[in-house]
């Protein structure tokens, strides 16, 4: 009877691994798809980018809704593994910024990250799970720094969100017609929750006028 029971799982590991290879197929083609078309795709469009049967889609989610969770948790999971990261640096500052600069690109070249972040229920049970433990890792580096003295007293954790959804929104406005210009407001975040003034010349320049005007054109135009 062992014998058999013990055969029996080494033949289901390989379906196990081939399950999990689906859906992170499954979940790699939506991303993609998100990011170039918006959240509006069609789960056979999903199968078809993933390179399975639309049927394998919907045996890992439900429907498209159930998708984008799948989405935004596994993300979810490479922040966490980040904040990890940003953890073991033993630069209390180095890591903050380096967690930061990090997460606002995502967001601002992921711009169907972003979609799905205004879009989804963030209290569901699975998405609140994940985020507290990266939550937690973020309380710790904030917390760090702040003990080296190396940011603001008066900092909440609960301030990072803030940060992200700024960045997101700035990348919103200007990336598709001026690449990278976020980065400048994020400098000026940085320097504004730093302990200690910082009065070097910014590295990302200014915009010009002329920028500026194409901006809310392109604006204006996404908006009719």
């Known amino acids: 009877m062992t014998m058999h029971t013990e ?38 469009d999903v199968a078809e980018r993933a390179g399975v049967g639309v049927g394998t889609v919907y045996r890992r989610f439900t429907n498209r809704d159930d998708l984008v969770t799948g989405v935004f948790t596994e993300h979810l999971k490479r922040v966490a593994a980040r904040a990890d990261e940003a953890l073991d640096d033993p630069d209390p500052w180095s ?33 609140d799970a994940v985020k ?54 994020l400098e000026l975040i940085l320097r504004a929750i730093h302990a200690d003034t910082d009065d070097s010349p910014i590295a990302t320049p200014a915009l010009t006028d002329e920028q500026l005007r194409a901006i809310q054109r392109e604006r204006a135009n996404r908006q009719r």
């Open 132 to 185: 507290a433990g990266f939550t937690s890792r973020i309380e710790k580096l904030i917390d760090r720094a702040m003990a080296a003295g190396v940011l603001r007293a008066d900092l909440a954790s609960t301030d990072v969100f803030g940060i992200f959804t700024m960045i997101s929104a700035v990348a919103d406005a200007m990336e598709p017609t001026v690449p990278g210009a976020w980065r400048r407001y």
């Open 95 to 127: 890591a903050v910024e380096g967690l930061l600069t990090w997460f606002c690109t995502v967001m601002a070249e992921d711009r169907g990250l972003a979609a799905i972040i205004m879009r989804i229920d963030h209290s569901q049970p699975e998405i």
């Open 7 to 44: 055969a029996s799982d080494v033949e289901c590991r390989p379906l196990r691994a081939d399950a999990e290879r689906n859906r992170l197929k499954i979940i790699a083609a939506a991303h993609a798809l998100f990011a170039e078309r918006g959240l509006d795709v069609s789960m056979d």
